[in-house]
């Protein structure tokens, strides 16, 4: 790896990397709450099909085809005195606030079809709300720094903060139950739901203030944006599309994201019913506390530990060889959770959670990083404008179509296997088709994106040549 020192103009400041990290952790309570809520729709407290509850989340997901091209090629787009970014994130963090504590405001009494389909609606809002937020905040941090190391700095620094999330998201499962707090789970889930939207809005905001991207002022390239020249663009925000496509690095990337991170959500609630069922065998009171703890735990390692390791290993070896690195010992960590989980000792919970950290640790904190790099490859072979929007928009809607589907595919699976939402117990067959599931699947995907990445060819010595040029082309100092 090469000795480039970072200069200071490319440094970004902390109040600026802390904000952006408070727009990362909106964007991982909002899954966090989702999934948490969902686990809740399949239990006795509303007893919702498990195919019915995989499908609130998923088919909301087939929109992100559109809108977040669309929110791409409108963030790229935009010339305001705030930015090309901050208005939208500013006016996305709000609404999706209110359509999130609107979202859970159902009635278990209802018929399964009438919240079915009511929660089916309000997703759809939902989604639409996140995009207008998550789409331009993801651009803004692709353009933050045009330094190599510093983006890793910045999404390292931003990850950490957004685990913040996924520590605090599983202790819902021990507040939720509480009797002494709220009547009832649902009205639990109520007005968690209430809160939930106001520390959306509140902290979804702060990067539209404190986050600085480049200054686009003079940008060459861009069109002006109404409602009627969006429409009109349809066919030039698709052939972008196509473009950003041909741009293999950037492909590898999405293929490789969609892997591990379908593969982990995919099961990301099998644990929690192996402990439930095959730890406490159905005693949700008993096994509250481990199904806080195990999630909680592994966020925390994430954050502390693993994402701080990832970022030596990206500086010292390159980016590709961290990311292999880390995957790799996450599939070693997938593997001990079959002796992880013992209905004998139930502190062996936390063996596999140490190396298991690694797998999604590395995943946004190297892949954002990468994403940026990929940028400049595309201002040096298409030229401008820069299209930080589109390829976030691209990006992401891998990450939420893939979430999507694992959360679609997981209530199939659950079903196929014998799993009975409104059941007190579960046959050990079908604890035992979730043992097997949650081990093989993550452990196969992980593995086939080490091997997409195996030939990644965007390395530290080609982003700096590239970067170089790009100084020469601009006429910068």
């Known amino acids: 790896m090469s000795n480039a020192k970072t200069i200071s103009k490319d440094r970004v400041p902390i109040g600026q990397k802390a904000a952006f990290g408070a727009g990362h952790l909106i964007n991982n309570l909002i899954p966090g709450l989702?999934?948490?809520?969902?686990?809740?729709?399949?239990?006795?407290?509303?007893?919702?099909?498990?195919?019915?509850?995989?499908?609130?989340?998923?088919?909301?997901?087939l929109f992100d085809a559109i809108t977040d091209p669309v929110m791409g090629y409108i963030s790229d787009n935009t010339s305001s005195k705030y930015g090309r970014r901050r208005p939208?994130?500013?006016?996305?963090?709000i609404f999706t606030g209110i359509i999130f504590?609107?979202?859970w405001q159902i009635d278990e009494n209802n018929t399964e079809m009438f919240n079915f389909w009511y929660l089916l609606v309000f997703s759809i809002l939902l989604i639409f709300g996140n995009t207008i937020f998550s789409t331009p905040l993801i651009a803004l941090g692709y353009e933050m720094t045009s330094d190599y190391k510093e983006r890793t700095r910045l999404m390292s620094f931003a990850n950490t903060i957004g685990q913040i999330a996924w520590m605090l998201v599983p202790f819902l499962y021990l507040l939720l139950p509480n009797k002494e707090l709220f009547s009832d789970t649902p009205a639990a889930v109520r007005t968690i739901a209430l809160i939930s939207g106001g520390v959306i809005i509140i902290l979804g905001i702060l990067p539209s203030f404190f986050c600085r991207g480049i200054d686009a002022s003079?940008?060459?390239?861009?069109?002006?944006?109404?409602?009627?020249?969006?429409?009109?663009?349809?066919?030039?925000?698709?052939?972008?599309?196509?473009?950003?496509?041909?741009?293999k690095p950037f492909v590898k990337l999405c293929l490789a994201t969609f892997l591990v991170f379908n593969g982990y959500q995919i099961v990301a609630e099998f644990g929690l019913f192996i402990i439930a069922f095959y730890l406490f065998n159905g005693n949700f009171g008993e096994a509250g506390l481990w199904m806080t703890l195990f999630p909680a735990v592994t966020a925390a390692f994430t954050a502390f530990i693993a994402i701080p390791i990832i970022n030596w290993m990206a500086n010292k070896y390159g980016k590709r060889k961290a990311f292999i690195y880390a995957t790799f010992i996450s599939i070693i960590g997938y593997i001990l959770k079959w002796w992880g989980f013992d209905p004998d000792n139930y502190y062996m919970i936390f063996l596999p959670i140490p190396l298991m950290a690694f797998g999604m640790g590395c995943l946004f904190t190297l892949m954002m990083s990468m994403t940026a790099d990929v940028c400049d490859l595309d201002e040096l072979e298409n030229g401008m404008p820069r299209k930080e929007g589109t390829f976030g928009a691209i990006y992401w809607w891998m990450i939420k179509v893939g979430q999507g589907i694992a959360l679609v595919t997981s209530g199939f699976i659950l079903?196929?296997?014998?799993?009975?939402?409104?059941?007190?117990?579960?046959?050990?067959?079908?604890?035992?088709?979730?043992?097997?599931?949650?081990?093989?699947?993550?452990?196969?995907?992980?593995?086939?994106?080490?091997?997409v990445m195996w030939k990644y060819t965007l390395t530290e010595k080609r982003a700096l040549e590239i970067k170089a040029e790009l100084v020469k082309r601009r006429g910068e100092l």
């Not at 109404?226 to 066919?235: D, P, Y």
């Open 34 to 61: 989702l999934g948490v809520f969902v686990f809740i729709l399949k239990t006795e407290a509303f007893g919702m099909d498990p195919a019915l509850a995989g499908l609130i989340v998923g088919i909301p997901r």
């Open 88 to 93: 939208y994130i500013f006016i996305g963090a």
């Open 101 to 103: 504590a609107i979202l």
């Open 218 to 247: 003079k940008m060459e390239g861009r069109e002006d944006i109404t409602f009627k020249s969006i429409f009109k663009s349809m066919g030039k925000i698709f052939n972008g599309i196509k473009l950003v496509l041909k741009n």
């Open 415 to 451: 079903k196929g296997l014998g799993y009975v939402s409104d059941a007190s117990t579960q046959t050990p067959e079908a604890i035992m088709g979730m043992r097997i599931t949650d081990i093989a699947l993550p452990v196969l995907t992980a593995g086939l994106a080490i091997w």
